[in-house]
């Protein structure tokens, strides 16, 4: 008796959200995605980044989720990205593969340096958190 391995399933990964500092500095690890899928070998998976912005990477073998840029709170405080699975080595015919996605999150943290801005006089200044006081520069 002979079995030919058949892929039936599309891998499939969970949406997450990741909460990073603005201030935090390129290439570093941000968490990872997770994937799945039922055929075996299980989780033969290849992770890529459908589109979305340049700012993030995941390793292809891994499903590592990298930081490759500066982030900015003021500019932008949330990014989704979709991350695409594609499966290999699960059928007799190695052209055959599935695929299947998840939406990822970031959310970028205010990282306060003790700088503000006064609105209305458009000065700056620095804020003692402790005593309340101000310093103009």
């Not at 949406?15 to 070998?41: A, C, K, N």
């Not at 992770?47 to 912005?53: E, L, N, R, V």
């Not at 982030?71 to 990014?79: A, H, P, V």
Request: proline share 5%.
């Amino acid at each position: 008796m002979m079995v030919t391995p058949v892929n039936e399933f599309s891998p499939a990964c969970v949406p997450r959200t990741f909460r990073v500092q603005e201030d935090t500095g390129p290439h570093t690890l941000l968490g990872s995605i997770v994937g799945t899928d039922m055929d075996y070998p299980r989780n033969s998976l290849e992770y890529y980044i459908s589109g979305g912005p340049s700012t993030f990477a995941v390793d292809r073998l891994s499903g590592e989720l990298h930081l490759l840029g500066p982030l900015d709170y003021e500019q932008q405080r949330l990014y989704k990205i979709t991350i695409l699975l594609i499966d290999h080595s699960q059928d007799w015919d190695l052209n055959s593969h599935r695929s299947g996605s998840c939406t990822i999150t970031i959310e970028v943290e205010q990282h306060f340096d003790g700088r503000a801005q006064d609105v209305c006089m458009g000065r700056d200044y620095l804020f003692n958190t402790l005593t309340g006081a101000r310093r103009w520069l």
